[in-house]
C-alpha cells in the first residue's frame, strides 16, 4: 500500500511540476562510521527543492527546528551530512559541528562526471534508470527516476536528468533509499549561528579538536560532573579522556568522501 501511494505521489509530481512549487523527499541513510566493521547506523533524511534551491538535513534537526524552542534550536547538534545547495550560484555549503561550535564550509558546487547506463528497474513500482560515478574515493552506483522531474539527490548529489531515489556505494559504507515525497511544504530555509571556514581552516579546527578535544572543559566553557562508581564526583583525568577519545576519533574517520578524510598523527 505505501508502495503504491508513493507511486501514485511521483505521478502527480511529474504531471504538475511547476517552478515556484517545493517538494520533500525523505531518504534513509544507512552508512557505516568504521570501514572495519559491519556495523551500520541509520538515519531519516530530509531532501528540500524549491526551484535552484535544496537542502539535506536529519529529520531530527527538522523536528527540532519545527517544535523546538529558540534556546532548543541552538543547542542542537544533529548537524552530520547537512548540506545547501545554491545551483543558480554554484555553491554547496556543508555543515559540521565540532566540540562546541557549528561551522559552516561554502564552496563550488561539484562537477559529478556520471555514467549513464542503459540498465533500468523499478523501485517502489517507479520507474528508474542505472547511473554510476566516481567520486572523491569512492564508486557509486545510483538510481534516478525521470518521471520525477527535478535534477537532485542525496547529499550534494545532483544533476542527473531525474531524482536520485537509490544510490549506494560498492562497499555499501554509504545507502541512501527514498521513501517518501510530498508536494508544497514550504521554503527552504539557510542556518544561521555558523562560523564561516575555508577547507584548509576546516582540517585545522579538526586537528586542534583531536589534539585537545576537551579544551572548552578545561577553560571552564562547559560544565559536566565526573562520579566515580559509587556516586562522588571526581576530578576528570583529561589525559586519559584524551587518549580514550582520539582512539575514538580516528575509528570513526570514514567520511562520505573519502578522499577528503582527515589525516590524524
Not at 537542502?55 to 531530527?60: P, Q, R, T
Not at 547537512?82 to 566540540?99: A, S
Request: with cysteine.
Amino acid at each position: 500500500m505505501k508502495k503504491n501511494i508513493l507511486n501514485l505521489l511521483i505521478v502527480l509530481v511529474s504531471m504538475s511540476f511547476l517552478q515556484g512549487q517545493s517538494y520533500r523527499v525523505y531518504y534513509q541513510m544507512t552508512y557505516k562510521i568504521d570501514s572495519a566493521k559491519d556495523e551500520t547506523i541509520k538515519k531519516k533524511m530530509i531532501l528540500d527543492v524549491k526551484d535552484d534551491i535544496s537542502k539535506f538535513y536529519s529529520y531530527n534537526l527538522y523536528h527540532i527546528d519545527s517544535l523546538g524552542t529558540n534556546e532548543i534550536r541552538k543547542k542542537a547538534t544533529d548537524y552530520d551530512f547537512m548540506v545547501f545547495k545554491n545551483k543558480k550560484d554554484n555553491k554547496t555549503e556543508k555543515y559540521y559541528v565540532i566540540g562546541l561550535d557549528k561551522y559552516s564550509l561554502k564552496e563550488d558546487g561539484s562537477i559529478f562526471d556520471w555514467k549513464i547506463t542503459e540498465e533500468v528497474k523499478k523501485i517502489h513500482d517507479v520507474n528508474c534508470q542505472k547511473a554510476i560515478l566516481n567520486y572523491k574515493g569512492r564508486n557509486w552506483e545510483a538510481w534516478f527516476a525521470k518521471d520525477i522531474p527535478f535534477q537532485e539527490g542525496p547529499y550534494i548529489f545532483n544533476s542527473l536528468p531525474g531524482l536520485i531515489v537509490d544510490m549506494r556505494d560498492s562497499g555499501n559504507s554509504y545507502i541512501f533509499t527514498m521513501t517518501e515525497l510530498k508536494k508544497d511544504v514550504g521554503a527552504v530555509n539557510t542556518i544561521s549561528e555558523v562560523i564561516p571556514v575555508t577547507r584548509k581552516q576546516l582540517t585545522k579546527v579538526y586537528l586542534d579538536y583531536y589534539n585537545d578535544p576537551y579544551k572548552e572543559l578545561k577553560a571552564g566553557k562547559a560544565v559536566v560532573k565526573v562520579v566515580d562508581e559509587s556516586g562522588r564526583q571526581v576530578t576528570p583525568n583529561f589525559n586519559q579522556l584524551t587518549e580514550l577519545k582520539q582512539k575514538d576519533i580516528k575509528i570513526k574517520n570514514n567520511p562520505i568522501e573519502l578522499t577528503d578524510a582527515i589525516k590524524y598523527p
